[in-house]
């Protein structure tokens, strides 16, 4: 199968490029950098209007994604536009299938209870509001288009090796290697983590199966960060794991994010997924802790 691949060098995009290629796709690389295949500047609405986008499927990964600031950022906005230029483009020439990663950020604060895509979209965030948004909008262009299937996966708090410094298991180990224990707002708050091999093998399988519609992508099990970062400390400095047990819990106890995963089981089948250990082994191998 032929594949376009936007955000094809970021986090999750090079996992899904690979393993595209390694199940015997074709992936095609779509970006502005001098390295994809089809170099089209996706915030050029007049690029993408002429841009070549013949492929059976099309995977839209990239969005703006700073760490931090994307959550307020205006960009958010300008990326809805780019991505249903985008999708409509890829339907003017032919194309059949577009998987679009969504976010666990659509649901807004969280649950007592595992969330499932029937769940109430309230998103708190500028990002999540945009992703909400841009489903909304895509259905709409799928509704008039009866041969254009769209897949949301939502995905849900993905980690692993390669991935931001900014992000949380790459903060918390970064803060343990430098002999100090982490510091933790909600420290026991319960969120679900996805390893990023996970998430490339539920984007590709979407991919294989022609799902459609919503569906979310996590791990289906909630975890504190006191927990991770307890698990780093045991591997790369025991003698602060004290100290991280005895860090106080948040004023206010938070919702857990977690995802009821029954419907990606249900279209996707279920694979020998990465869990948390196996993750926090493969991070701390990624980088050999510093003598202390």
Not at 62 to 88: I, K, M, Q
Not at 96 to 103: A, D, F, L, P, Y
Not at 158 to 183: C, N, Q, W
Not at 191 to 197: E, M, S
Request: hydrophobic letters at 40%.
């Amino acid at each position: 199968m032929n594949v376009l691949v936007t955000g094809a060098s970021g986090f999750i995009g090079r996992r899904v490029t690979r393993l595209l290629a390694a199940r015997g796709h074709y992936p095609m690389t779509v970006g502005r950098g001098p390295e994809s295949d089809r170099r089209i500047d996706l915030l050029d609405g007049l690029a993408t209007a002429g841009a070549p986008l013949e492929a059976e499927a099309l995977v839209h990964l990239a969005w703006y994604s700073v760490p931090g600031a994307f959550w307020s950022s205006p960009e958010n906005d300008r990326w809805v536009e780019a991505s249903v230029d985008l999708v409509r483009r890829f339907a003017q020439c032919g194309g059949r299938h577009v998987v679009i990663t969504g976010s666990c950020a659509e649901y807004g604060d969280g649950s007592p209870a595992p969330i499932s895509e029937r769940a109430p979209i309230a998103p708190t965030t500028r990002y999540g509001s945009a992703k909400a948004r841009l489903f909304g909008r895509l259905r709409d262009t799928a509704s008039a288009l009866p041969d254009l299937r769209i897949a949301w996966p939502r995905i849900f708090y993905v980690y692993g090796p390669g991935e931001p410094h900014e992000k949380l298991f790459s903060r918390l180990r970064d803060a343990i290697d430098a002999g100090a224990a982490p510091t933790l707002s909600t420290p026991d708050r319960l969120l679900d983590y996805i390893h990023a091999d996970d998430a490339a093998e539920g984007i590709v399988r979407t991919i294989e199966r022609r799902v459609s519609g919503a569906l979310n992508l996590g791990s289906g099990a909630g975890i504190s960060s006191r927990t991770v970062a307890r698990a780093f400390a045991e591997r790369r400095r025991p003698q602060l794991v004290k100290e991280i047990d005895a860090l106080a819990p948040a004023e206010k106890g938070e919702l857990p994010i977690v995802a009821d995963v029954s419907r990606m089981h249900a279209e996707v089948g279920c694979w020998r997924t990465v869990t948390i250990d196996e993750g926090i082994d493969a991070m701390t191998r990624a980088r050999p802790p510093e003598s202390a």
